[in-house]
């Protein structure tokens, strides 16, 4: 009998729907972090071109909001998104006695703490800003803020590092020890994603990148090509259908 015509086996259907939430978990998660870099980049590279300091003030606000908006938003989103990422580990060891490797898996949390490095960065300017605008007083109480945030932004990061290596080395080990997951021929939602969510995936980081290049004064775009990359970024995460 052909696998097609086989029942699937207990499980199968559940586990498939886990890998669904999980993949859609990780799509607003990638999205909240796309969006958070590109607004935070464009508002910054905007308020450095405000030809006044009336003009710089909103915009020096507007980024503030900004920062202070996405760090809840990358952390709800990336803590369900492995939250439900572990749950389907923990459902294929179940019933597979076995999990996927997951080789990408150490490299695609260095690039999101990569990207949460950058977005920190990039708010830590924020009392430059506001010194800008004349707020120097505001200014100075910010700068207080952002030099406690860094130093715990670092103590952050240095125990990353140490899970993070950590959880490498044990996945080696792991790897080495078993053959891997037999998978679940059964599940439907393997092969039927669309091909286009890595080509808008491409896109969107291609804005970012150039957004991020022009706020680091590696290259002076129009201005309304700022905006235009910053439409890209948006609409090419949004849109994406995985």
Do not use: N
Request: charged share 15%; with cysteine.
């Amino acid at each position: 009998m052909l696998l097609t015509e086989m029942a699937p086996p207990p499980g199968a259907q559940e586990v498939a729907g886990l890998r669904a939430r999980a993949r859609a978990a990780r799509r607003r998660a990638l999205v909240a972090l796309s969006a958070s870099i590109a607004l935070l980049a464009t508002v910054q590279l905007l308020a450095d071109r405000a030809p006044t300091r009336e003009q710089a003030l909103p915009l020096a606000i507007l980024s503030l909001t900004v920062f202070l908006a996405a760090l809840p938003a990358l952390a709800i989103t990336q803590c369900i998104w492995g939250t439900r990422a572990r749950l389907v580990r923990e459902r294929e060891r179940e019933l597979y006695a076995g999990a996927p490797s997951g080789r990408a898996r150490p490299l695609t949390r260095l690039a999101v703490a990569g990207c949460w490095a950058v977005t920190l960065l990039l708010g830590w300017t924020a009392p430059r800003f506001f010194r800008a605008s004349a707020r120097y007083a505001f200014a100075d109480s910010l700068s207080w803020a952002v030099e406690a945030l860094a130093v715990t932004s670092c103590a952050a990061g240095v125990l990353f590092l140490l899970w993070w290596a950590r959880d490498a080395l044990g996945m080696l080990a792991r790897a080495l020890r078993s053959g891997g997951s037999p998978g679940d021929p059964w599940d439907p939602g393997r092969g039927t994603r669309p091909r286009g969510g890595a080509a808008l995936w491409t896109g969107a980081a291609v804005a970012v990148a150039a957004l991020l290049g022009a706020r680091a004064h590696l290259w002076e775009p129009a201005t309304g090509v700022v905006y235009g990359l910053l439409t890209a970024a948006l609409v090419c995460g949004v849109v994406t259908d995985e």
